[in-house]
C-alpha cells in the first residue's frame, strides 16, 4: 500500500510539471511544455512498468511457496534467464549438462557440446543473405553505384555545398573571388606582412637576396589580386616560399595580398631589380557592358 501511495504522488507531481511550466513560460514555453510533457509520459510509464515487475514478482513468489519451491527465481530475474536461454546462449541447464558432455577431458576440464548462441547464427545468416543480394545487385544486375560513381556522387555534393559557402560567407574567398581589401583590411595585412614576410622580402617590400621586390610592376608569378592571392597561398616551394595559407585564413590571405598590391609605385630605399614579367592592369568592356579586367604583359629579363 505503501508503494502505491509513493507512486500515485509522484505520478501526480509530473502532471503538474507540464501546467506550472505554461503558467512560468507563456506563450513562449509552447516547446518547453510539450519537450516537458514527453519527458513526464516516458518516467509515467517507466513508473508503470516498474509498478507492473512489482506485482508480478510478488505473485510469482507466491505461486512458487504454494508449489512447495520458495527459492526459485522470480520477477526480472527469471525473465532475464529464460530470455538468455533462448535467445542469446542457449545453454544446457545444469539438469541436462550430461547430455551434452564431451569425451574431451583436459587437466579434469571438460568441455560442452552447448548449441551456438541465437544470436549469432541468426546474425550469419543475416549476413549470408545480405552477401548475395550485394553480389547480384552490385555484379550481377549491376543496378548500385560503383565506388567511383559514388565518389563522384559525393564531390559533386560537396563542390555544391562549398559554392554556396562561399556566395553566404564573405570571408570564404579564394584566387577566383577575391577582390581588394579595404583601408582596415590592408592594415591587417600589413601586420600580417610585418611579422611574416619581412625576412625575405624586406621591411618595405623592397626585397632581398631572397625574394622578389615587391613593389614595382614586375612579378614572377602574376601581379593581379587573384594572382598573388595564389602565390601566397599555395606557396613556391621550389624557390623557398612555403604556402601560407596552411597557416592564416583565406580572409587573411587576401589582406595580406591587398597590402601587397597596395605597395605598387611607392620605390622604396634600395629596392631590388625588376625580375619576372609587368603586369599592366587594363579596363575593357564586352558587348553587355560590363568591365573585365585585363591585363597587357612585358616580359624582362631576369636579374
Known sequence: MRNRKLILSFSLMLFTI??????????????????????????????????????????????????????????????????????????ASLETEADVLLDHNYDGIKELDNALPPWWKYGFYITLVLGVWYLLRFHVWETGPTPLQEYE?????????????????????????????????????????????????????EGNMVGPNLTDKFWLHGGSIGEVFRTINVGVPEKGMQAWGKNFAPVDIKYLASYVLSLQGTSPANAKAPQGTEYIPAVTKDSSGVKKDTAATKNVAAK
Not at 559525393?154 to 573571388?177: F, G, W
Open 18 to 91: 507540464p501546467a506550472f511550466s505554461q503558467n512560468t513560460l507563456g506563450v513562449g514555453g509552447t516547446m518547453q511544455n510539450f519537450i516537458l510533457g514527453i519527458i513526464a509520459f516516458v518516467l509515467l510509464a517507466i513508473i508503470g512498468a516498474v509498478y507492473f515487475v512489482m506485482q508480478y514478482t510478488k505473485y510469482q513468489k507466491q505461486a512458487n511457496i504454494a508449489k512447495g519451491k520458495p527459492d526459485a527465481p522470480t520477477g526480472f530475474g527469471k525473465w532475464w534467464n529464460d530470455l538468455d536461454k533462448k535467445y542469446f546462449t542457449k545453454a
Open 153 to 205: 556522387t559525393e564531390m559533386s555534393i560537396a563542390a555544391n555545398q562549398l559554392e554556396e559557402y562561399r556566395k553566404n560567407n564573405k570571408e570564404a574567398v579564394d584566387e577566383k573571388t577575391v577582390t581588394m581589401a579595404d583601408a582596415k583590411g590592408i592594415e591587417e595585412g600589413k601586420k600580417i606582412f610585418t611579422k611574416t614576410c619581412t625576412p625575405c622580402h624586406g621591411m618595405n617590400a
